[in-house]
């Protein structure tokens, strides 16, 4: 009877422990940019700085990988050939909107208590490269969904949000956006607007992803981001980001993790780069680099060379060196890091017994080798800078 009720207490434990995991956000470190490598002093300015005048985020709820094709989206794909490129993006479970933008901005992998937050999100980001952005006196604006309002609520210079409330509304709560766009572009008093439509996301869910309505609102879509990056880029350098925070299933909706649903795309225009995949929690490290702002410190995400193809080398190692010191810190700061798991195993087969190690196993260490390559940019930094 005991044995059974302990092995109770484990199973709900372990239930609790793996579904509402501890935050893995550290936030609480340095994120400013490095001055020396050893002996070498950088110039920072010269080495990190913004590659735009202004950077445009759209967030298409729902927009599935197949969505993005010449026949679907034909003024999109021409900017695209012109000047940009489309990345294959995996995005984690859950496949729904709350902890989607948690990923996009803080670049840290989301928990599946972030699926009962959806519902009823009071939850204020600590930081992020939003919060990043405004630390380096860049004005941003927001339209669309709004729980960004509710992540972000000091951060936006103007703002109005929508609601996904009314899902059977797929007109009116994409042009209650798209009017404030046509305001901002004709205002040059900000640097940064993020847009986010649910219109699709609705249609995905009443209708399905083979709807004929599907095809009108990426029609509707494309034009929008037609007319924001051209309107733009009339005016000076623009670099604009339309993504899906997740897919959409074959049978309509989303939240589980079928490829349509955990595969979306990020295109990318008005930069020099190339098609390539990554992960979503990626994204904030390169737009940072691209904006020339701190990489936020709740990010666990990879520099990409394909998207970074505007930095100069001297530049590109220059933002892996930084990016790298960040993670290393974080490693540091886990008690269980790679650090410790290999200095106690070296130790233990040198001497039999075990030492420093608190426990439970290396847990992350897996994530953080992987990341831990980029140390061989600090090597190709230090043959350059020489
Ligand atoms: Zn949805």
Known sequence: MIQLALLL???????????????NNIVDIDTELPENLDNYTFNVNESYHSHANKTVLIVIDALRWDFVTPKLMPLTSSLINISGCVSKIQVESPTVTLPRIKALTTGNIPQYIDVVRNLASSEVLVDSWLHSARKGNLKIVFYGDNTWEKLFP??????E??????VWDFTEVDNNVTRNVDVELARDDWDIMILHYLGLDHIGHVLGPFSPRIALKLQEMDEIIYRVHKTLSEKGQIVSFITGDHGMRDSGGHGGTTQPEIIVPLISLGVKC????FFQTDIPAN?????GV?????????LQKS?????????YLYACYYNINLLLKKVKMSPESCYDARHSYKEFVRTGVSSGLSGGGPQGCSIFSIRLNLTRALASFSAIAK
């Open 307 to 315: 998207l970074l193809d505007s930095l100069s080398l001297k530049q």
């Open 161 to 166: 949000g929508t609601t996904s409330f009314f």
């Open 9 to 23: 207490v484990f199973a709900v434990s372990l239930f609790i422990f793996g579904f509402f995991p501890v935050s």
């Open 274 to 277: 190339q098609n390539s995949s």
């Open 294 to 302: 701190e990489i936020p410190s709740t990010s666990i995400g990879n």
């Open 287 to 291: 737009i940072a680099s691209l904006l």
């Open 154 to 159: 000091d951060i936006f210079t103007r703002s």
